[in-house]
C-alpha cells in the first residue's frame, strides 16, 4: 500500500468509526426514549 | 408469459474490490434513498390514516424500521444483481459493479439492517407490524429480486407488491390488528404501480433486455403493454375510491379519489389506445408517468387530511 491509498485508508475508516459512533448514540437515545413512552404507557 | 430464467446469482467480489474499505456513502447508497422517499412518505400516511393513537417517539420508530427494512431488502437487490448492474449504464456505477465495495459488504449490511429492523419494531411497536416487515423484506429480496424478477415479464406487477407494504405496517403499527382499510393501502399502490412503471418503460429505452431480465415492452411488445396500462388504470380505478365507498374516509378522500381518478384514466386512455410513430416524443407516455407521481402523492396526502378533518372535527 502506497503512502497515499494509506492516507486515504485512514480517512475512510476514521468517516466509518464516525457515522457508526454516531448511529449507536442515536439509537441509545432512541431506546432510552422508547423505553420511557413504554413504561409510562398503562395499556 | 413465462421466459427462460438467466442464470443469475449473488455478484462475484469486483475485480478492483476491498483494497480500500468502502465509504460510508456507498452503504447509504446501497439503501436507494430515491425509493426511499416514497416508502417513507407512504408508511407516514399509514400511520397518521390510521385510527388511534401512537406516542410521536413510537411513530418515529415503526417509520424508521419500516425505512430500515426497504433499506436491507434494498442493499439485498444491489447485492444479487450486481452482475446485472454491472452490464446497465444506469446502474453500473453502484457501489459493487464499480468496485467500490465487496458484494458480501452489501450482502451483509442489508441483512443486518433488516434483521435489526424487524427486532427494532418487534420489540418497540408489536410484533404483528413486525411480521408484516419480515414478510415485506422476503417479498422483496427473495420472491422479487431473486426469484420472480428474472423469471415474468409480469415482475412490475410482483415488485409493485413490495412497494405496497409501507403504509399497511404504518397503520397495523398503530392499530394492531390488519382490516380492509389497510388491506385496500396496499392495493392502491399494488394496482398503481404497473401503469406507473410501464408509462416510463415506453418512452425510456432500458438496458434490461441486454442483461437478460423479461421487462414487458420488450417481451410481450408496445401493443400488449399498452393494454395492460389500460387494464391495470381500470382495476385502480375502484380500489381508490373503495376507502371512502366502505366508510373508512370521509368525502374529503372520495372527491379527491374520484377527480383522480378520472383524470387518471383520462390520461391512460390515449396511452392505450395509441401506438408509437416515427419520430414519436411520446407525450401522453410521459404525462401519465408524471402525473401518476402526483396521483399517488396527493391521493394519500388526502387519506391524511381527511383523517385529521375528522379528528379535529373540521367537519362537524
Known amino acids: 500500500m502506497t503512502p497515499e491509498e494509506e492516507t486515504e485508508y485512514r480517512r475512510r475508516q476514521k468517516a466509518r468509526n464516525l457515522v457508526v459512533a454516531g448511529t449507536l448514540l442515536f439509537f441509545a437515545v432512541l431506546f432510552y426514549a422508547i423505553t420511557l413512552v413504554r413504561i409510562g404507557d398503562p395499556g | 408469459m413465462n421466459t427462460a430464467a438467466p442464470p443469475i446469482t449473488?455478484?462475484?467480489?469486483?475485480?478492483?474490490?476491498?483494497?480500500?474499505?468502502?465509504?460510508?456513502?456507498d452503504f447509504f447508497t446501497l439503501t436507494k434513498p430515491r425509493v426511499m422517499t416514497l416508502v417513507i412518505f407512504t408508511a407516514i400516511c399509514g400511520v397518521l390514516a390510521a385510527p388511534g393513537t401512537i406516542h410521536p417517539v413510537l411513530a418515529f420508530t415503526a417509520i424508521l424500521a419500516i425505512s430500515m427494512g426497504a433499506g436491507g431488502s434494498a442493499a439485498l437487490n444491489h447485492w444479487w444483481e450486481a452482475d446485472l448492474d454491472k452490464g446497465m449504464k444506469r446502474t453500473a456505477n453502484r457501489p459493487i459493479p464499480a468496485g467500490r465495495m465487496r458484494s458480501e459488504d452489501a450482502r451483509d449490511f442489508g441483512v443486518f439492517l433488516a434483521a435489526v429492523?424487524?427486532?427494532l419494531m418487534g420489540l418497540a411497536i408489536g410484533w404483528l407490524a413486525a411480521t408484516l416487515l419480515l414478510v415485506a423484506v422476503i417479498y422483496y429480496a427473495v420472491i422479487y429480486t431473486m426469484w420472480l424478477k428474472p423469471r415474468t415479464p409480469q415482475n412490475i406487477v410482483i415488485g409493485g407488491g413490495a412497494g405496497a407494504f409501507p403504509p399497511l405496517i404504518g397503520w397495523v403499527a398503530v392499530t394492531g390488528d390488519i382490516t380492509a382499510m389497510p388491506l385496500l393501502l396496499f392495493a392502491i399502490i399494488f394496482f398503481w404501480t404497473p401503469p406507473h412503471f410501464w408509462a416510463l418503460a415506453l418512452f425510456v429505452q432500458s438496458d434490461y433486455a441486454k442483461v437478460g431480465i423479461p421487462m414487458l415492452p420488450v417481451v410481450a411488445g408496445e401493443k400488449a403493454t399498452r393494454r395492460q396500462i389500460m387494464i391495470y388504470t381500470l382495476l385502480l380505478t375502484p380500489i381508490a375510491i373503495a376507502p371512502w365507498a366502505i366508510g373508512g374516509t370521509g368525502w374529503i378522500y372520495g372527491s379527491v379519489a374520484v377527480v383522480l381518478s378520472v383524470l387518471f384514466m383520462a390520461l391512460a386512455w390515449p396511452?392505450?389506445?395509441?401506438?408509437?410513430?416515427?419520430?414519436?416524443?411520446?407525450?401522453?407516455?410521459?404525462?401519465?408517468?408524471?402525473?401518476?407521481?402526483?396521483?399517488?402523492?396527493?391521493?394519500?396526502?388526502a387519506l391524511v387530511v381527511d383523517r385529521l378533518a375528522a379528528y379535529q372535527g373540521w367537519l362537524a
Open chain 2, 10 to 25: 449473488p455478484a462475484s467480489a469486483a475485480p478492483n474490490a476491498a483494497a480500500l474499505p468502502a465509504e460510508w456513502r
Open chain 2, 117 to 119: 429492523s424487524v427486532g
Open chain 2, 271 to 301: 396511452v392505450g389506445a395509441r401506438m408509437k410513430a416515427e419520430d414519436d416524443k411520446m407525450l401522453p407516455e410521459k404525462a401519465l408517468f408524471k402525473f401518476s407521481i402526483v396521483y399517488l402523492f396527493v391521493l394519500f396526502a
